[in-house]
């Protein structure tokens, strides 16, 4: 028997005599380093050897090399995958006095709790909460709330087309159309959900931003209910002392239609170069207005017996306006710094 396999023999010893004794992971990389280091490994120097050898013995010898080689190496990954992985804080973590690592919980997100405290307004004033959904057709995001192919007011609602029937839909609006075919009036419902408009990304816009959209029906419903009901609403969220305004406005789905203000919360009016409001002391949150007669007609309710109105709020803004949040894309970043400070508990 030549030499180098008498070593062979030797260092397959060697091997199983280290590799009983192994536990942890960083043995079994020791192992591997004393067999296949770059310069001193034994396997290494052996193969080294093997350069020396005469042509005759070489290929015989070559052969046994290699297959020790390959027995080793699967015995490694043996003994890698049997070996346990001891970290650092593992051997620190006898020391009991050490503080504990503190598992982070998951939480709602902020505008999904801003949403939680409308809703909560709304359903204690029996209001109930339903939803539609955000592929809509043509006919359900305009038509059906009175704006006909080419109307103008459709420009400010521009969107994005699945095709010539199908697109995102531009306001929670068309959900108002989809309750009223169903349900026969008394209706006291709001609308909470997703939006999209094509829109570049900026400070104040995204192409997706949720809305909340509210409608009442019944017999004898006036402006006054409109005004009483979104006041209310209002004081609830920003506290009794917040100053509103009704702006008349338009939108075809509502006449007469109006905007709402509310009182700039950071500098009451008092700052001209106000970045909230722009130095006007009053910040857009609503649209809103009494049911277009011809709305009605549209879903066969009779508009000289019933009347009703109906709200629409761009919640992220609201809240950016709330929290004093100077940009919408915080909402969608998933920066855990920021969305960390919601949830204190
Ligand atoms: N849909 C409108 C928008 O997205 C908001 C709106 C205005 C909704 C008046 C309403 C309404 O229900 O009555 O800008």
Redesign the pocket.
């Known amino acids: 028997m030549s030499i180098l396999e008498n070593k062979i023999r030797e260092y397959r010893h060697l091997f199983e005599e280290h590799s009983s004794k192994i536990k942890e992971k960083r043995e079994v990389e020791e192992l591997r380093q004393l067999f296949f280091g770059r310069k001193k490994g034994l396997l290494t120097l052996l193969f080294e050897e093997l350069k020396t050898l005469p042509p005759e013995e070489k290929k015989a010898a070559g052969r046994a090399l290699n297959e020790f080689k390959e027995e080793i190496q699967q015995q490694l990954v043996q003994l890698e995958l049997k070996a346990k992985t001891v970290r650092p804080q593992e051997k620190i973590a006898e020391d009991l006095t050490l503080p504990g690592w503190k598992p982070y919980w998951g939480a709602p997100h902020p505008l999904t709790l801003f949403q939680l405290a409308i809703e909560k307004i709304f359903v204690s004033m029996g209001f109930t909460v339903e939803d539609g959904p955000e592929i809509e057709t043509d006919y359900y995001n305009f038509e059906a ?1 009175n704006f006909p192919p080419h109307h103008p007011a459709r420009d ?2 521009d969107t994005l087309y699945i095709n010539d029937k199908l697109l995102l839909r ?4 068309p959900v ?1 159309i989809r309750v009223m075919e169903k349900k026969k009036p008394p209706i006291r419902i709001i609308i909470p959900g997703k ?1 999209f408009r094509r829109e570049t990304a900026d400070p104040t816009h995204l192409p997706m931003f949720y ?1 909340v ?3 009442v029906v019944d017999r004898g419903i006036t402006f006054a209910h409109l005004k009483g009901t979104l006041e209310y609403f209002i004081k609830a969220l920003f506290g009794e002392k917040i100053k509103l305004r009704f702006r008349p ?1 338009f ?1 075809p ?2 006449e007469p ?3 709402v203000d509310i009182e700039c919360i950071v500098c009451h009016g008092q700052d001209p170069a106000c970045r909230v409001c722009g130095g006007s002391g009053w910040k857009e949150i ?6 277009d007669p011809q709305v009605f007609k549209n879903v066969n309710i009779d508009p000289e017996k019933y009347s009703g ?6 919640i992220d803004r609201t809240a950016m306006f709330a929290y004093q949040i100077p940009e919408i894309r915080y909402f969608y970043e998933n920066d855990l710094r920021f969305l960390r400070q919601f949830n204190r508990k």
């Not at 609503?286 to 049911?291: F, K, N, P, S, Y």
């Not at 109105?309 to 761009?314: D, M, Q, R, V």
Request: aromatic share 16%; charged share 5%.
């Open positions: 709330l400010s609602w531009t306001h929670t609006s108002q939006v809305q959209e509210g409608l406005s939108f789905f509502t239609s109006a905007e609503l649209g809103a207005g009494m049911v109105w109906a709200f629409g709020l761009g």
